[in-house]
């Protein structure tokens, strides 16, 4: 079976987010940072990367799917026919490190190589899941400032091309963050949605993303069951942004359609801002990279971050 590497056209419309007070985690991009007007700039590989503003606190979550790192190219190919390059996932880096997030997830990454070599690049822990199957080795990967402390992996689409979601556990500063990762197969989007509510329920009391390439939109209705725990970051934005991002979307050049979430358990969490990466970054994938800036919604379980606490490129435990 041939994995295409962009989706079908959809009609995609926002979620529903809620709120978050996490304390701000330091950017962690290689490279030294430079004033250039108004805005803040990095130097990474001799690239200068303009960087986002910080809204104030919060932690930064970043969506992006990477096309096996193979770049916008050769659109409707099969990722099977695609190839990568060190110079090729360099950019992907670099639209990362343009966002400063915080954590990152990644769909279609193809083998842990790719991950690890992400993760050395921005300075950042990692996890790797492969979703199995024959055709190619490719699944989701995490990269992260903070510690992960468990990975866990559970089935979401069955057949050929099977997919899983992955669960992961991180240290906060002492507190616990539950945080997913999925990327749904092209139909069959009841089932898949049901799955991943089982994986939310399996998820420990406490502060919840659920982040991804959910590869439908939300007029199809299908989201519905999740959204009785979780909201869309984007429908709980500022308008403005939210305006720009729906009328963007997050297919690339191919489709205008919202493709890639991030949802918020909304007792806990709260959106301060969105945004994609910017226009010199958008031609690292077939998708743009949709990230939330969120808030824990009671401070008082946060506190600052010991560097000592982040491990830079440490692999996450298996799953």
């Not at 962690?28 to 303009?50: D, F, M, W, Y």
């Not at 659109?75 to 110079?87: G, K, M, R, V």
């Not at 690049?121 to 402390?149: C, F, Q």
Request: proline share 7%; charged share 20%; hydrophobic share 40%.
């Amino acid at each position: 079976m041939c994995r295409l590497s962009s989706p079908r056209p959809f009609i995609a419309r926002s979620l529903v987010v809620g709120a978050l007070c996490l304390v701000l985690l330091s950017a962690c991009v290689s490279g030294r940072a430079t004033k250039q007007g108004a805005g803040l700039t990095v130097i990474r590989n001799g690239r200068e990367i303009p960087l986002p503003e910080s809204p104030g606190e919060c932690l930064r979550v970043l969506t992006y799917n990477i096309r096996v790192g193979a770049g916008p190219e050769r659109p409707l190919t099969c990722l099977s026919h695609l190839t990568s390059s060190p110079e090729k996932l360099r950019a992907i880096a670099d639209a990362i490190a343009s966002v400063r997030p915080d954590l990152v997830a990644l769909q279609e990454v193809r083998g842990s190589e790719q991950a690890a070599f992400l993760a050395q690049e921005l300075g950042m822990n990692y996890a790797y899941t492969p979703h199995g199957g024959k055709d190619v080795d490719w699944g989701l990967a995490l990269l992260s400032k903070v510690r992960i402390l468990g990975v866990h992996t559970a089935p979401i689409h069955q057949g050929r091309d099977q997919r899983v979601g992955v669960l992961y556990t991180l240290d906060l500063a002492g507190a616990k963050l539950q945080f997913i990762n999925v990327h749904y197969h092209l139909g069959g989007y009841q089932g898949q949605v049901a799955a991943t509510v089982r994986l939310v329920q399996e998820a420990q009391e406490g502060p919840l993303i659920l982040a991804g390439d959910l590869n439908f939109s939300r007029h199809e209705g299908a989201l519905e069951p999740l959204l009785e725990r979780l909201a869309d970051t984007c429908e709980l934005a500022p308008p403005p942004k939210a305006f720009e991002i729906e009328r963007t979307g997050t297919a690339g050049g191919l489709f205008r359609y919202r493709l890639d979430y991030i949802l918020v358990d909304p007792r806990l969490l709260s959106v301060i801002d969105v945004g994609l990466t910017s226009e010199p970054y958008r031609t690292a994938s077939d998708h743009l990279g949709y990230h939330a800036c969120v808030k824990l919604k009671h401070p008082r379980v946060t506190r600052a971050l010991p560097q000592t606490e982040t491990r830079p490129h440490q692999k996450a435990p298996g799953p």
